[in-house]
């Protein structure tokens, strides 16, 4: 019986998508490099399917029904590429490869095009949802050569996580590297989202003095307000989590934080479209700045580092700290939809923003309950520049406002480093207020180098140079904006 999809790679994830497809109902072919574990493979989680595994690239090719679909989860970078080039000589005009790995947009991209010029169709998919959405309903961000969706859209549809309504949590993103662009941005967000929980937790552990189990009761409880989410949920089983001696598992892991660069790449790109992704770039340092863990421990001996606690009522506090969390995680969602606005218009991908909340609502690590508000936020205004301008987040981080600069002020005044949630009130005010003093910023670029400057009394697109020393002359630089 020939298979429905090849997955190529067994590693966790692999492995989870292939069970899933099978209990839809779809046949598929395994291949791993190391035979061995295609073997271990069918003898053992796969025992009692239909899931077949092959031994070669030929023998996959073989196994599939045309349009062959292939689909690569392993690591991404240059084993894409070898893989790629393995695959080309055995495949037929029309048949797909999927790359559904975290890999680099651009990547994508060029691979869409190579492989269309060969005939052949590449899909770049974002697959998130850790382990357990793999096995039981991930989210799928599918990008690339758009004629090769509907080929694949039966499959992803059916493995993917569901909604409350049942709709599923994979759509077409757009052409090229779209998929992969639009789950980099959500692994951004991940960033983001992980750090300001991590900072609240801080707050009520080194200011509040709350025991564990008292934070566990917290997050569990915020878990039924606005702040229903998966990283919340798991943030509570976290905190009521014990070693085998008793004591709580938390306090004994290191802190030091790894990444895989997608947090990175986020902020990398928004420094080349010019946009203000401040709190997701924040977290991606504050993962660099926790690495340094000898010499913040040579630094906290030398400064001698204390943080004191808050005396009296913790209550108001706790609820300030809910409403900062809810504020800042709005201000991270908000960014990040800005960027990916930005990539839209930038590589003509006409993204649907509404759609993507969507595809986040169930199976990925950052579903939440307020997406079903965000994708209603842009079904009411597709052209929707900020998200904090929709009604209902505007509410909410009116009313949030007065307890997070409580919070944060009594951080910066204690000494507790919160960089997303103060960069995250930064932001907001800056994107509140109307008249910034960039003037003097500009100003200072056009005494030094003549870079020109705009005026307030002249229509935009009219540049002017003062000769501020009266020996600089009338010539000025050339304008341009990065």
Request: proline share 4%; hydrophobic share 40%.
């Amino acid at each position: 019986m020939q298979a429905d999809i090849g997955v190529i790679g067994l590693a966790v994830m692999g492995q989870n998508l292939i069970l899933n497809m099978d209990d839809h109902g779809f046949t598929v072919a395994a291949y791993n490099r190391t035979t061995s574990k295609v073997d271990a493979f069918i003898n053992g989680p796969a025992s009692g399917t239909s899931v077949q595994g092959v031994h070669s690239l030929e023998a996959l090719v073989a196994s599939l029904k045309a349009p062959r679909k292939i689909m690569l989860m392993v690591r991404a970078g240059e084993v894409v590429d070898d893989f790629i080039a393995q695959l080309l000589p055995l495949l037929s005009p029309g048949d797909i490869i999927i790359d559904g790995g975290n890999s680099n947009f651009p990547d994508t991209s060029r691979r869409v095009e190579m492989l269309a010029e060969k005939g052949l169709y590449f899909i770049g998919t974002g697959v998130s949802g850790g382990e357990e959405g793999a096995r039981f309903g991930p989210s799928i961000m599918p990008g690339g050569h758009p004629d090769a969706w509907p080929a694949v859209k039966p499959i992803f549809q059916a493995i993917a996580a569901k909604t409350d309504t049942g709709e599923a949590c994979c759509d077409w993103v757009g052409d090229g590297g779209a998929g992969h662009f639009v789950k980099m941005v959500h692994n951004g967000i991940e960033y983001g989202d992980m750090q300001l929980i991590s900072e609240a937790y801080h707050f009520m552990d080194a200011v509040l003095g709350l025991s564990a189990e008292d934070m566990q009761a917290v997050f569990a409880q915020w878990n039924q307000t606005e702040l229903d989410s998966y990283l919340i949920e798991i943030t509570a089983a976290i905190m009521g989590t014990r070693d085998e001696d008793g004591d709580v598992l938390l306090d004994k892991i290191l802190d030091a934080a790894g990444q895989k660069g997608t947090g990175k790449w986020t902020g990398i790109n928004a420094l080349d479209l010019g946009v203000p992704l401040t709190l997701i770039s924040e977290s991606v340092f504050a993962r660099c700045l926790s690495a340094l863990k000898g010499q913040r421990m040579a630094a906290q001996s030398l400064f001698g580092k204390t943080v004191q606690r808050i005396e009296g009522e913790r209550e108001p506090w706790i609820e300030w700290l809910r409403q900062a969390l809810l504020a800042s995680k709005i201000i991270s969602y908000a960014q990040g939809f800005m960027l990916m606005r930005e990539a839209s218009q930038s590589h003509h991908w006409n993204l649907n923003y509404g759609n993507v909340a969507l595809m986040w609502r169930g199976g990925c690590i950052i579903r939440s309950a307020f997406l079903g508000n965000i994708r209603d936020a842009f079904a009411s205004n597709p052209a929707l520049d900020f998200l904090g301008s929709d009604t209902y987040f505007k509410q909410i981080l009116e009313k949030c406002m007065p307890g997070w600069r409580a919070v944060c002020a009594k951080a910066i005044e204690l000494g507790l480093p919160m960089p997303c949630m103060t960069s995250a009130i930064s932001f907001l005010d800056g994107y509140t207020t109307g008249r910034l003093p960039a003037n003097m910023i500009q100003a200072q670029r056009d005494y030094f180098g003549a870079h020109t400057y705009e005026r307030v009394d002249r229509p935009r697109g009219e540049y002017f140079h003062t000769d501020w020393t009266g020996t600089g002359g009338d010539t000025a630089s050339s304008t341009y904006n990065l």
